[in-house]
């Protein structure tokens, strides 16, 4: 026996924070989302290769979507909130945050969320207007565990899902 000190090749892997971790809070928060606290909307990805996009601004008059998704998440009501646009009119803004579980879109159901894209919640359609990734899993940057989702009530016309 040797009092000789040896570095091991590579540093042991965080205390609780391995893969193994990390799956055990994906199948935690599956099971917790669908099962027990989630809502159910239908997600309308857009078609990128059937979608004509403008070739320098990137934005497409007219759409084309794939069929629709279920998706379980936890959806937000924001309420019903009356703007007022100076020479124009008074507007009633209608708006809800859709929390996903990222890993579970990404890897159960290849499906990325796009800003653009239109969701069915009760039976009202909402555009994405905007999205955020707020959340790290144990404070490590290279794993985000949700994605956040401000959508708006989409306007008669604009979304047909038939």
Known sequence: MSDDWNQPEAPPPPLF???????????????????????????YPIDIDRTNFHPLYGEAIEKTFLPPVRVYALVEFEGIKTKFTSGVALDKEVAINIHFHKRRLTEDQDLFVREGDFV?????????????????????????IEIAARCVRAREGLFDAS
């Open 17 to 43: 924070l391995g893969k193994k971790e990390r799956d055990l809070v994906k199948q935690v928060n599956d099971e917790l989302i669908e099962r027990v606290i989630g809502q159910q909307i239908l997600y």
């Open 120 to 144: 069915l919640y009760g039976d009202i359609y909402y555009e994405i207007v905007t999205l955020a990734e707020p959340k790290q899993l144990f404070g490590q940057i290279d794993h985000r």
